[in-house]
């Protein structure tokens, strides 16, 4: 009986991988063909928040995603404003260096994630890595910059509209978890918070830039139903590509999650040089596999750095006095060793607290924090 369920779950896990890498495949070659066709980055951003924005809600209440906890307008202006300008900031850059350069090299370049990750973690939030994770930064560096040097249809603006928005994902994924801390919100909720305020943010740029060119430009025919069909398509599938991540990560680890979305680069690098044919030299996948191989590095040293720090790591122990500060057992008769799930010897360590006091709710699990990688998936 175990063993079916075991088998269940890997065959579950693995068919949402592959709908996960071909969802993701179909929306860089169907956004690269749509680029190449309507030269508009912009309306493309603006399609695909529109497609968060109508899409999520019902979608949403259909799986039950619980509502999200009351926000004060204070944190909303001085956090989720700004991630929303982020979002729809970095989604088109992201957009502009797929259209000027090949989707396998923007995905390369992309994979300096990790990079930007720890240089900000460490600016940001005085974080330090152990060796392996500073090691695991050399062949990102370095595969990036042989498949940079390689690259047959390099573009100066799709390299650095590549990194501004591999940098502004890095930065929302920081902040990401200051929200998801704080409000303690399902961050697929916050992900529909953000594509919805983002929408409006954007609606103001989008009119007075693509819209009032798109009136102008006699080349775009607006009864041109191709166009519109791979708009809507782009729009949907990078929407839903959120939604199989979301899932696939609601039943693996965070080190699964993270090699499966590395193994995910490497199918859509490979689908785009299939179906779209680019031009590239051996030298230039090598580069390629160099960077993703090093992003899988950059996975497990970190893994196991969280490990080491479970094991190592122990909050401060502090003499339970609780009859002077809790209300609930004002009554020196009640010997709290009795109770269940307390430590006999009266100490309270590794942050386990008897259910229902002391409980500190603002307690949160490392895997929530990894989790939020799915709100910025690129």
């Not at 809790?326 to 360590?349: C, H």
Request: glycine residues 4%; positive net charge.
């Amino acid at each position: 009986m175990a063993d079916a369920r075991h088998t269940r779950e890997v065959l579950t896990v693995l068919g949402l991988c592959i709908l996960w890498y071909i969802v993701s495949s179909s929306n860089n070659v169907i956004g690269k063909m749509l680029l190449n066709d309507f030269p508009y980055p912009m309306t493309m951003t603006m399609v695909q928040l529109l497609s968060i924005t109508v899409f999520s809600e019902p979608f949403f209440n259909i799986l039950g995603v619980r509502k999200y906890a009351d926000i004060t307008w204070n944190y909303y202006f001085k956090l989720i404003v700004p991630l929303a300008f982020g979002k729809f900031t970095s989604s088109v850059f992201s957009h502009v260096s797929i259209w000027k350069v090949p989707v396998s090299y923007a995905h390369t370049v992309k994979a300096t994630m990790p990079l930007f990750t720890v240089l900000l973690s460490r600016i940001i939030l005085k974080e330090t890595q152990t060796f392996q994770v500073y090691l695991s930064l050399v062949p990102i560096i370095s595969g990036v910059a042989i498949a940079t040097l390689t690259e047959v249809s390099f573009d100066m603006m799709g390299l650095l509209s590549a990194l501004i928005a591999t940098l502004g994902f890095s930065l929302q994924n920081i902040f990401s978890k200051k929200v998801l801390h704080d409000t303690s919100i399902h961050h697929l909720r916050l992900l529909h918070i953000l594509g919805r305020l983002a929408l409006c943010m954007f609606l103001p740029v989008w009119l007075f830039c693509d819209f009032t060119t798109l009136l102008k430009d006699d080349s775009v025919r607006y009864h041109d139903y191709r166009i519109i069909g791979l708009l809507l398509a782009d729009g949907t599938l990078n929407w839903l590509q959120n939604i199989i991540a979301f899932s696939i990560l609601s039943i693996v680890t965070p080190l699964t999650y993270a090699v499966a979305n590395a193994s995910k680069r490497i199918f859509v690098i490979a689908a785009s040089l299939i179906i779209l044919g680019n031009p590239v030299t051996s030298t230039n996948v090598f580069g390629m596999l160099m960077a993703i191989l090093g992003v899988l590095y950059y996975n497990k040293a970190k893994y196991d750095a969280r490990q080491t720090e479970k094991k190592t790591t122990i909050l401060p122990s502090y003499k339970s006095n609780w009859s002077d500060k809790n209300p609930l057992l004002m009554n020196g008769n009640i010997d709290y060793r009795k109770m269940p799930n307390m430590p006999t010897n009266g100490y309270v360590s590794n942050g386990v607290t008897p259910k229902g006091l002391n409980n500190n709710s603002n307690v949160y699990s490392s895997a929530n924090f990894d989790r939020n990688n799915i709100l910025f998936n690129i």
